[in-house]
């Protein structure tokens, strides 16, 4: 099938490329907090999975993390002819970004998983956990979210168990998720796809590993959902501070700072 891919080029000449994949139930407006931020250094490939953005759902689709890392890789390849990238992931995306660096040790230079799936003690035999209570607010609110998410007590309800740091995103940040959230036919067969797996793949130790996780993370807790002696042997694993399932909302500039870190560039 063929993804939603979208390019922000970079005004540097020669500029590397940079691939960035969203969780479940989000898609590639999640990353606008970020794009500005590597465009100085990075051509930047947004991805629509499948059944999530502009992507549709497509049945005969495997939606399991690494059947559609393999998709992402082919789709970046001949939309683009890039064959080489950084990469960074957010959940879902993570855990696919991660199969990602183990399948393609030739195309990824390095990888940072935000907050990513798969590092769960066992694996779950129904949904995991976290997740369910945003998508069913979004789905109800979609109709009325533009005016719904101007009070500070539905994005309160909204965003409360997603970041601590709630009451600094803007109304387009806000209104972006819902949509995305409540546009997502792809959201149960891509939670369906990741049932009774647990990410245990190798990746080559040429290839810089980051992996952050926020301190309140209600969406995968650090005590069922973050299991370390899963991590690559050679990456490095960071915790942030007042920051939640998102990462990329809560401390943007670290997270850019450590993108850098892993592929080398000075700021």
Known sequence: MN????????????????????????????????????????NVITVDLPGHGKTPLDKTQPMDPHSLAKLVVKEVANQFNVTSFDLVGNSWGGWIALEMAADHPQSVKSVVALAPAGFWLASFVQSFPGEKAIRLFAKSTAAIAPMFLNFEWARKYGFESVSPRWREFSEELCLDATAAMANSPGYVPGSNGMLKKRFDSKIDPAIPVTIIFGDSDNTLPASICQERTMAPTHSQWKVFSECGHAPMWDHSEEVVAEIFAAAGINR
């Open 3 to 42: 993804l939603s891919l979208q390019l922000f080029p970079s005004k540097a000449e020669s500029a590397p490329h940079i691939v960035l994949v969203h969780g479940l139930g989000s898609a590639a407006p999640a990353w606008k907090p970020l794009i500005p931020l590597l465009q100085p250094r990075y």
